[in-house]
């Protein structure tokens, strides 16, 4: 996010092409677009004139949540998506991530906090040092499983005990 510029470019910045074919038309647009994006993501600001940097962590996380979807894209990458924000706005980040997953995208998660990834993850692909060491899925993926493969690297052999895979 630009922090000291105002909400709406920071939503459509990287949908420049559909916003501003002509500057007009593109701020009305533009304003629409804001409108659209405070209702649906629950973005709690004091007014629609603000800038990003008077948004809570939470509400700039539900911006940059609404800039990237702007797009439409078939993968969304999401880099600590809860770091530093309240609960209420976790729920509601996570609560997101799996509508994006309903409606057929493909979301790579990235996060420190393994209770995070188990919670809203498919599979966890875990590195250490650069590398991935191993994934995990379904029942396999607990704390224990990941910290192990956080912390000790891989293990000799495809596949250790319980059905973790080791990779190398």
Known sequence: LLLQEHLAPNLTLSALDVFHPGLSMGRRREAQALEQAVETYDIRLKSLGAKAA??????QQ????????????SVVIIDEPTRG???ANKAQIYAFIQELVAKGKACIVISSEMQELIGICDRILVMREGRITGEVSGAEMTE????????SGPKPGPKAKGGTKWLS
């Open 144 to 151: 224990s499983n990941v910290a192990v493969l956080a912390t």
């Open 54 to 59: 008077q948004l809570s962590g939470g509400n």
């Open 62 to 73: 539900k911006l940059l949540l609404a800039k990237v979807l702007l797009t439409d894209p």
């Open 85 to 87: 924000i309240d609960i």
